[in-house]
């Protein structure tokens, strides 16, 4: 079975412009969840989604959407980057909603310039 | 306020060797507790997941013990392999109203030949 899977690997982009990150679970698994991780503040969470639902979202601002497909792939968009928002994004495929053993895939790492 | 603290920040070691990680959390009430390992430039990989009536987990050599009545957690490796070189992250599944993810910032262990 193919784990997780997140276009692209590695991306570079200007301050105020926006960027698209885009994952697909594994088959099957309904549920994909994203976080954002840096070396100051470790893994946070930013939104569950569920049959094309957002269930769940953490503390970050507006600017950090979603949205899921019914493929269950899903995207995630930035805009009006900011130099803090240079992370490595990961996204987590479960079988199930909120508490599920979750698979994580290599990630996305944002740099903003 | 939900935490969950991990020490030591990093930790190394040489082949062969024992060694344990602790995780201490402040995260009320919680659904799981989960200890991932993560390799550089990866997505973090699942360990073990206990609930909060389990007191041990063993995956291989990695075994992890939790003590819900002092919010304590550690994972012990077993017999060190170079390849244990890794950061390991504690996660603790927050319960309250819609589920958290409240992640520790990490223990970066390193294992010398």
């Known amino acids: 079975k193919a784990g997780v899977t997140q276009t692209p690997r590695y991306l570079i982009k200007t301050r105020g412009q926006q960027v698209t990150l885009s994952c697909s679970p594994i088959?099957?698994?309904?549920?994909v969840s994203w976080y954002q991780q840096t070396p100051g503040q470790g893994l946070q969470f930013l939104f569950e989604y569920f049959s094309e639902t957002q269930r769940n979202k953490g503390n970050f601002p507006g600017r950090f959407s979603g949205r899921q497909f019914s493929n269950s792939r899903s995207e995630m968009n930035v805009s009006t980057l900011e130099l803090g928002d240079s992370a490595l994004y990961l996204c987590?495929?479960?079988?199930?909603?909120?508490?599920?053993?979750?698979?994580f895939g290599p990630g996305t790492r944002l740099t903003v310039t | 306020k939900n935490q969950v603290e991990q020490s030591p920040q990093s930790l190394i070691i040489l082949e062969g060797k024992n060694c344990t990680l602790q995780c201490n959390y402040t995260v009320s009430p919680f659904s799981n507790l989960r200890w991932y390992k993560q390799d550089t430039g990866r997505g973090p990989v699942s360990l073990t997941i206990m609930t909060f009536s389990e007191n041990t987990k063993s995956n291989g050599r990695y075994t992890a013990t939790l003590d819900a009545d002092t919010k304590q957690s550690s994972l012990h490796i077993t017999a060190s392999q170079l390849s244990d070189s890794a950061s390991y992250i504690c996660v603790v599944i927050g319960t309250s109203g819609t589920y958290k993810y409240i992640f520790g910032t990490g223990t970066r262990l390193k294992v010398l030949a």
């Open positions: 987590a495929s479960s079988s199930k909603l909120q508490g599920g053993e979750q698979y």
């Open positions: 088959s099957g698994h309904r549920s």
